[in-house]
């Protein structure tokens, strides 16, 4: 973890004393979109160097963790036919690191609500990692901090640590460095529009690399003022993300979906992440529940969601 720009004010649930849960422990987390994705070249270990700014909006997973003799996952909900119960499961190799780092036994049964659509963009295979994480803590009473928890995630994915944290964060090395950055408390609001099929975040970068798509390296600084502006028009001209042209590469319909967004009054339109989900910024509530019917209407995606940023990461119920 790198230091703080600034704090954010949400700590009380890691001040708790720490105690083994006898009762189940249900964790939300949320989902991410980058408000801003620049990808440099590729490293020797085959990861991208990033400066990107990671935003958690209101569309949630929820995990249980129960007492159990065994580690076990059971799902249910969007797109989980789709998905391995195994040992290779985000979840499970959370679970397994967080044992080996305290010494706990990697006992539990867990069980994972998914709401977050898969391969989609939104980091949803992440946050249930970061979610394992907090919910076996917890479950376990291993009363690790937050920072300590991150560092676990950062072992297992790139996105993983911020979904421990959330709120909008500035996200550096190849994205498991996270600082947190103020926003004074200002809601924004978002519409997604959600592919029928997924995209491989692999094969994203893989096809970024092909086209050489790379942008100018830099700080985001007019994004970072805009989100402390709270105004939307300015926040619409600072969205940002270097791996929508190799999305709609591999997926060129998606110039159809930010087409019709931007048709039907978004503020901006961007591909959220690797992809494929797109994201629309609105101008407040109303306007996020309008456009979202507008987009409905045109049957251009599988689903249209709206969704509010900042919240909190992944959280004990
Ligand atoms: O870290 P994570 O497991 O989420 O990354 C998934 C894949 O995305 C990696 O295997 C890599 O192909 C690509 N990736 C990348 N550079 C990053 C993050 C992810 O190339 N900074």
New binding site residues.
Partial sequence: MTEPLFSEDDDEEFDRPRLAAHGPVRVRVPAKINLHLH?GA?RPD?????TTVYHAIGLYDEITARRGDTLTLTMEGEGTGQLSLGEDNLVIRAARALAAETGHDAHARLHLKKQIPIAAGLAGG?ADAAAALVACDQLWGTGLSRDDLAGIAATL???IPFLVLGGTALGTG??ELVSPILTGGHAWHWVLAVAEEGLS??TV??TFDELGAQSEAGTPDGLLAALRQKDPDVLAEHLANDLQAAALHLRPELRGVLDAGLDAGALAGLVSG?GPTVVFLAEDARHAALLAADLEATNCCRAVRTAVGPVPGARVL
């Avoid at 085959?46 to 990033?50: Q, T």
């Fill in positions: 990808v590729a085959g990861f991208h160097e990033l992440s994915g790139s996105d190849r994205g975040t692999p970068y893989k690797s």
